[in-house]
């Protein structure tokens, strides 16, 4: 089955934000633009966006190239499909996690928006109320951006094929990859999750401003295929593993 690989999309994109800004760059040239009246800034502006927009672009064609060899099939560990009850039995668990934490994460960033707008008020309030105003504005696009988030998921799980690819450098699944060979990721553990022993729990790390940002993807293990489940388990702790190998297939 043929299936699109969004990473180049996305990369394209990135390599558009790159064209555009060398095209800001050359604008004061082409166009006569005097330095000190805008020049200069549409050059620095067009600079900064060809470095970011190489960089992710680069970023993505990594990635790109994972999932590219999960479609291709080749040297997978695992390619499992989901019987309709067994994954709407996952998505529902799934989402209600997802809200979960991102309800927790809201709260506690609301809780402390809320807690140095209050002080910034008292200590000053004429310019207490510009930064309570932007503080508000901060939990506003946290909260939107939380339930966007929960939205995505809940659309990707019903639009998106129901299966599993699998490989020693990434899973897709529900049609998000996760992939711990990228950008100085890290994949931390693989387990069955202590409360549920047929789903198995791939938890990878990814360099952060304060320190690593951890991850966790729970896949379910379709009925049946628990041998398969715990043959996927034994691969990723083997310490002495440096090649993907081919693995189980259905």
Known sequence: MARSNPSRRYMVISLGVSALGGALALAPGVLGIDMFSGGGALILLGIALIFVGGLVALFIRKRAQVLDRLFSEKDLLAHWTYAPDEWEAYAQKDLRSRSRHSKKTFFLIAFFAV????????????????????LAATVLLMAVGAKLSVDLARRR???EAKELL???EGLWLAGE?????????????????????KILSFTYSTPGKNGPQYYTVRVPIPQGKEEEGAAVEAFFRDPERT????????
């Open 166 to 168: 699998l490989s020693a």
């Open 243 to 250: 090649q993907p190998q081919k693995g189980h297939r259905s």
């Open 115 to 134: 807690l140095f707008g209050l002080i910034f008020f008292i200590a000053d309030p004429e310019a207490g109320r510009f930064v309570a105003l932007g």
């Open 157 to 159: 799980q019903t639009q």
């Open 177 to 197: 990859l996760h992939t711990w060979t990228v950008g100085g990721a890290r994949l931390e553990e693989v387990a069955q999750a202590p409360e549920d022993g």
